[in-house]
């Protein structure tokens, strides 16, 4: 693995998960935020345990977007103001 979580900007995965998530429930993210810290609160955990819950609570694929988010050597452009 590229680099972990801590070492990507959280703030920027979640800014590029919740335009990924834009057709589905404004409130995903934040949903997916609370289960993980009600989940593993005082826990180790790993970047894939992150990328799964959010995959199960997401109604399409986000492989992709954690590919080049997390594993990507680069990251990847900013997408422009909307």
């Given at each position: 693995?590229v680099?972990?979580l801590?070492?990507?900007?959280?703030?920027?995965?979640?800014?590029?998960?919740?335009?990924?998530?834009?057709d589905?429930?404004?409130?995903l993210?934040?949903?997916?935020?609370?289960?993980?810290?009600?989940?593993?609160?005082?826990?180790?955990?790993?970047?894939?345990?992150?990328?799964?819950?959010?995959g199960?609570?997401?109604?399409?694929?986000?492989?992709?977007?954690?590919?080049?988010?997390?594993?990507?050597?680069?990251?990847?452009?900013?997408?422009?103001?909307?």
């Open positions: 693995m680099g972990s801590r070492q990507r900007p959280a703030a920027t995965i979640a800014a590029r998960t919740r335009a990924k998530l834009a589905q429930p404004q409130d993210l934040v949903a997916v935020l609370r289960e993980w810290t009600a989940t593993y609160r005082h826990a180790t955990v790993t970047t894939e345990e992150f990328t799964a819950l959010a199960r609570r997401a109604a399409q694929p986000l492989d992709a977007l954690f590919t080049a988010w997390l594993h990507a050597p680069r990251l990847p452009e900013l997408p422009g103001p909307r």
